[in-house]
């Protein structure tokens, strides 16, 4: 079957991002071919140009970097961390992040859709994360992202998808792929994320934190996979009583 | 790796366990295919020794099948039909289901109990079909149970793990494989059993009600194996908010 | 409105059963005021004929002592506490809990049952202690059972309705009192409790372990009060989107 | 005790905002007096100068009316309203709902700040209903809005508290009244809101399409009520299992 993710022209066949930002380097590896990722997220301070290790090292070279603007509390920091990214030869794409408040860490959607117009202008594949706002989704749309990223509950909080009825519409009224991004802690969670018509699920604390850090990353794939083929297959409703009586004993014994 | 289920001195691979109960017989090995499933139910009235179409022609020989004793309404009833299935060469696993209710398809621990005691001394390899109470599970334990299979909610409800809680506690306290049957409406649900702790799934009307019904079986046994490696890598914790602030942007701007 | 409970013959106003078990006797008559509880449990380790403080004098004459056979592990423990109860003056309501399992104090339904039959023929007004199991309720009335208390989540958990759609299936199909006991951490579990249509709340943990014991019994008094009234006045239904349009401005300014 | 609501310098002793929308006429002056609601919303279609019934004939004077900006596609449309609105006599108070998507009549935060910013300086008390995004609740409150009024699921749809984790961020860390607004559909969810430090609570679909209308609007008072002491008294903590034992029956047999 040729259920493929196109993202910025590029076309993928897994729906796991991974995240890479509490990893030590020695198992992100490890942890790319067990989860199957086609696509890692990159803090630009762990891709130094200097001499120190390198985060890219460690990275396959068929992965798509995935930069993120980590660090920028406006639109104008997150465009110099993009445009820095480009000039240290980690492509195009950006997943935009622009975070004002250092409690909750949630993204400032305003300051997000400024920094998404400049770079998607400058001919950046911009992956905007966002608050699941169906008015700032639409206005990301017009400023050129090529994908949204909603979150699904505070950044590391492992709740899931507190944004359920939230991102059900985005995934209704926006054409674009959406991307649940944060808050995830199961793979039970990524799976009914998919079921729901989501396009694709990123992820970091949960499987960083697991006890076997590359076996959760392959629990994520698989249920990102179990999760879309549901969504293909059309899920089966949720019943009331019917009283669906088996035939009767009677009938059986009795036959 | 070698994480196998036991049940009966069997051993399986897979730990999804197809009900049988609402499919064509065209689709049964399809569905058994695509789900790899090494274990199907089966109720006795499709199994008749008479001419017509008999379901046992459709499924593989590898697979174990568990009769059930669907109609069965007391221990008596459920205990000849057990040993009726055993005469027309289903084999010695049999799932027991005692329900006199007829409105909400709820096991009867009790009688179930009963037919339990009496089936496990004559060989059989007992899986009772029950109520998640902890009680009734001791008791099934003593009768000779070789597993428990709690329900997650009402029969064909789809709900889901209504009965979480009380199935947490059986998967900590009751040393026989917990295998959660009827309820569960989505892969993830049972994935998220199965990080729970579960030892095995079983469902039928969410695969037999799906637009896909072969797509959907796969779907549950990727998330069931899924639900299963995340167990077995170890939860991340759920965490309260702590400010993990990513390291300051001025940091790598001047660095 | 008389819209009253009757137990045991007897009339209610309130719907709201305090439990005793963790107060200071200092408290108890403000929270009974407060709670404007009509009813109240008592282990009777608290009803001590000698000559120590006696919690018997801290609770007014109008209230209903709701003495408890907490500690019992069996059917006969349990009739000889409520025996005992009896010729201690403290009256024929008796609420039977029996224990087994020391970890999660869950009831046993069979050894309750069992006690129950053997209190309702001596005359007692038997308010069991149950698991919402359908049958064990169904046994209960046939043991001669006043009311029927389910455990809405473990005791002390402070949960809410883990076991809500058993529970539902009481309301719908027993007709007895149906009195939701254990598990209740707040109000608006209590109130949610009452909106499905259970008859009565019994509380105790989340009351005696808030900042201020009195205020909370309140808080749980107007909670009951307010799902009962909800429940009366027949709820609303959830509904779809459907663009239920206000009507249009340009309609109105041009007006 | 004086626990009161102050919003725009008024003191207000009920925490229930009543929305008039979907009541007939006659109903109205019932159902504000049995939920003693002390604030009404007003669309202002239904104040029209003209000749036919108006619903201000129909609410007592000493309510503090709350026009709302009803039909409001964008800032500009808004503030035309509210300056009518206070024009025909309606007072000082405005809720400002500003919704250009027509479907899920989801709150558009950015359009409401404006609107917001531009009716506080004009000296109208501003109650902005929103999306609960902090950034834009930092942003009403620089606008000088009096409170701010999150939705708690889309509306009409009576599922709750949708938002939750999102609204608990609002409560915490802005300095202004938090008013749920929108989706509450039982008074348990309003009572839940209360729980967690929500200020008051905005109802109309839940009461409007109650079979008893003014014995909900009680019931809704009640519970708000409930809550609001529960949060005073503060909430004991949810525990883990901790075998809370009883002490043992023995002790007591032979005691």
């Given at each position: 079957?040729?259920?493929?993710?196109?993202?910025?022209?590029?076309?993928?066949?897994?729906?796991?991002?991974?995240?890479?930002?509490?990893?030590?380097?020695?198992?992100?590896?490890?942890?790319?071919?067990?989860?199957?990722?086609?696509?890692?997220?990159?803090?630009?301070?762990?891709?130094?140009?200097?001499?120190?290790?390198?985060?890219?090292?460690?990275?396959?070279?068929?992965?798509?970097?995935?930069?993120?603007?980590?660090?920028?509390?406006?639109?104008?920091?997150?465009?110099?961390?993009?445009?820095?990214?480009?000039?240290?030869g980690c492509g195009e794409f950006v997943k935009v992040e622009v975070m004002s408040d250092s409690k909750y860490l949630l993204p400032d959607n305003y300051e997000t859709t400024k920094a998404t117009e400049i770079l998607a202008k400058e001919g950046f594949v911009v992956m905007p994360y966002m608050y699941p706002d169906l008015y700032a989704a639409r206005s990301l749309v017009d400023a050129g992202a090529a994908a949204v990223m909603p979150l699904g509950s505070p950044i590391g909080s492992n709740k899931g998808l507190s944004t359920k009825d939230f991102i059900q519409i985005l995934v209704d009224e926006i054409d674009l792929p959406i991307i649940v991004d944060a808050g995830l802690g199961r793979p039970s969670q990524a799976c009914e994320a998919m079921e729901m018509g989501v396009d694709a699920i990123m992820c970091n604390t949960a499987v960083a934190t697991a006890g076997n850090v590359a076996l959760m990353a392959k629990a994520f794939k698989q249920s990102i996979e179990a999760g879309r083929n549901a969504y293909l297959a059309g899920l089966g409703r949720v019943l009331e009583f019917e009283g669906e009586a088996s035939s009767p004993l009677t009938g059986f014994l009795e036959g």
């Open positions: 079957m040729s259920d493929k993710l196109m993202i910025g022209g590029r076309e993928f066949q897994s729906r796991f991002i991974l995240g890479s930002g509490k990893f030590s380097l020695e198992l992100i590896k490890a942890v790319i071919e067990h989860g199957e990722a086609e696509m890692v997220t990159l803090a630009l301070r762990r891709a130094n140009a200097g001499g120190e290790e390198n985060i890219l090292d460690y990275i396959p070279n068929n992965i798509t970097l995935l930069p993120n603007t980590s660090g920028a509390r406006n639109a104008e920091e997150a465009v110099r961390i993009a445009r820095l990214s480009r000039e240290l």
